[in-house]
């Protein structure tokens, strides 16, 4: 049996193996291009993925979970809008407004808090909400911090295609999050963390397929490409299997907003590396941002 507090350490792992999967996904984008690039997360997730629901249902003995009809609806829906963001967020990586769309991908803590009051009726406390929006404030003074804009140049951004982008792919994500809880949380038997790979499982094999039938039809190149670069991808499914997991088990066990506020702690490690391992300086605008994220933080745990 899972202990509920260890909501905290699935988090930082998911976010962790997220981060990781990420950057092998933009190291394999000029190669596989846009679509190729998002669709080798799904791809080679697949096998790690049911490598686990099996791994450790031979090891544990614990039975596998009994679908319901909701669940299959949240799950479909999940897999779907999860794609879409992934997509979205691989095209940002590739227009001028780069910091301004990332910002607004940012946002998606906040779009998930009211999702999963509308939902799933689960209401944040008025301290972890707070957090919430302040460590949102410091994620966009971050994305903007490096960029080399001017105040007008970032106000004019605000407004861009790439912003626009930026802030459809944080409502998707925040939509899939809520909606894979709810599916996790429909499943009926197996223990908490059966139900969180199983969903993991299924939801990997819609996108799969999903996907796979779209690109076959409109980018084969691309598909063709992601089979032929099966070595370089191969890291991306392994660490996109594990990251699931990590987020899965999170969502089951403590509500989606303070886990996705919780899980902003990559940024924090992103910046701790470079400035400790790559002697990179921080600007005061960073070093504020970074404070008032590890703020929210502090203020997410103290208030769930």
Same mark, same amino acid.
């Given at each position: 049996?899972?202990?509920?507090?260890?909501?905290?350490?699935?988090?930082?792992?998911?976010?962790?193996?997220?981060?990781?999967?990420?950057?092998?996904?933009?190291?394999?984008?000029?190669?596989?291009?846009?679509?190729?690039?998002?669709?080798?997360?799904?791809?080679?997730?697949?096998?790690?993925?049911?490598?686990?629901?099996?791994?450790?249902?031979?090891?544990?003995?614990?039975?596998?979970?009994?679908?319901?009809?909701?669940?299959?609806?949240?799950?479909?829906?999940?897999?779907?809008?999860?794609?879409?963001?992934?997509?979205?967020?691989?095209?940002?990586?590739?227009?001028?407004?780069?910091?301004?769309?990332?910002?607004?991908?940012?946002?998606?803590?906040?779009?998930?808090?009211?999702?999963?009051?509308?939902?799933?009726?689960?209401?944040?406390?008025?301290?972890?909400?707070?957090?919430?929006?302040?460590?949102?404030?410091?994620?966009?003074?971050?994305?903007?911090?490096?960029?080399?804009?001017?105040?007008?140049?970032?106000?004019?951004?605000?407004?861009?295609?790439?912003?626009?982008?930026?802030?459809?792919?944080?409502?998707?994500?925040?939509?899939?999050?809520?909606?894979?809880?709810?599916?996790?949380?429909?499943?009926?038997?197996?223990?908490?963390?059966?139900?969180? %790979?199983?969903?993991?499982?299924?939801?990997?094999?819609?996108?799969?397929?999903?996907?796979?039938?779209?690109?076959?039809?409109?980018?084969?190149?691309?598909?063709?490409?992601?089979?032929?670069?099966?070595?370089?991808?191969?890291?991306?499914?392994?660490?996109?299997?594990?990251?699931?997991?990590?987020?899965?088990?999170?969502?089951?066990?403590?509500? %989606?907003?303070?886990?996705?506020?919780?899980?902003?702690?990559?940024?924090?490690?992103?910046?701790?590396?470079?400035?400790?391992?790559?002697?990179?300086?921080?600007?005061?605008?960073?070093?504020?941002?970074?404070?008032?994220l590890t703020i929210s933080i502090i203020m997410v745990l103290m208030g769930s």
């Amino acid at each position: 049996m899972i202990s509920p507090e260890w909501w905290i350490a699935a988090t930082i792992f998911a976010a962790l193996t997220q981060t990781f999967r990420s950057a092998i996904q933009r190291q394999m984008k000029p190669v596989l291009g846009d679509d190729g690039a998002s669709y080798i997360r799904f791809l080679y997730a697949l096998p790690f993925a049911w490598l686990m629901v099996y791994g450790y249902h031979f090891i544990t003995d614990v039975g596998f979970p009994s679908t319901t009809f909701r669940f299959w609806i949240w799950v479909s829906l999940a897999s779907i809008t999860q794609i879409l963001f992934t997509v979205l967020l691989i095209r940002i990586f590739s227009r001028r407004s780069f910091a301004a769309g990332t910002a607004f991908s940012k946002t998606e803590v906040l779009q998930a808090a009211i999702l999963e009051a509308i939902i799933l009726g689960v209401m944040v406390s008025l301290l972890t909400g707070l957090a919430i929006i302040l460590g949102v404030i410091a994620v966009v003074m971050l994305s903007f911090a490096k960029s080399a804009l001017t105040k007008q140049d970032i106000f004019q951004s605000l407004f861009s295609r790439t912003s626009a982008i930026g802030l459809a792919s944080g409502t998707f994500l925040g939509l899939a999050t809520v909606c894979y809880k709810a599916a996790a949380i429909s499943l009926e038997g197996g223990d908490l963390f059966m139900r969180a %790979v199983y969903t993991g499982g299924i939801a990997t094999l819609i996108q799969v397929v999903m996907m796979g039938g779209w690109m076959l039809i409109f980018t084969r190149p691309q598909l063709v490409a992601s089979f032929v670069h099966w070595r370089g991808s191969i890291w991306a499914g392994l660490f996109g299997a594990l990251a699931t997991v990590g987020w899965f088990t999170a969502f089951t066990l403590h509500s %989606v907003a303070a886990v996705r506020a919780v899980g902003q702690i990559e940024l924090l490690i992103s910046l701790g590396v470079s400035l400790l391992w790559f002697r990179e300086k921080t600007n005061w605008t960073e070093a504020l941002a970074i404070i008032m994220l590890t703020i929210s933080i502090i203020m997410v745990l103290m208030g769930s």
